[in-house]
Nanobody
């Protein structure tokens, strides 16, 4: 059974940094699209970036691409999201997700992903 588990969230001051981690279990994602998605209650879920585990550069939402970095430790089956210069608008629950596929073009909508973790909450205070 595929399992994704995020960690690393917390409460931080604006301007700070966080590293979120997502450990994948039950499946080795050698060819999969793995995004980070954030959700704020009452708002539409937002896919902030995605990486294809088979190779290639991550894609980022324009509004975060200067501050967010997605990376992958394939040996540890772990996905990371580094967030710098945190802003109050970054406050959300962050989810990693996965969609095994053999083509490197990744869906940029949250609805395209069938495996999700439970999320980790990030709160940014001004």
């Amino acid at each position: 059974q595929v399992r994704l588990l995020e960690s690393g969230g917390g409460s931080v001051q604006a301007g700070g940094s966080l590293r979120l981690s997502c450990v994948a279990g039950g499946y080795t994602f050698t060819q999969a699209c793995m995004p980070w998605i954030r959700r704020v209650p009452g708002k539409k879920s937002e896919l902030v970036g995605v990486i294809y585990t088979g190779g290639g550069s991550p894609w980022y939402l324009d509004s975060v691409k200067d501050r967010f970095t997605i990376s992958l430790d394939s040996a540890a089956n772990t996905l990371f999201l580094d967030i710098n210069s945190l802003e109050p608008d970054d406050t959300a629950t962050y989810y990693c997700a996965a969609r095994p596929q053999t083509v490197p073009e990744c869906e940029r909508s949250p609805s395209g992903y069938n495996f999700w973790g439970p999320g980790t909450q990030v709160i940014v205070s001004s």
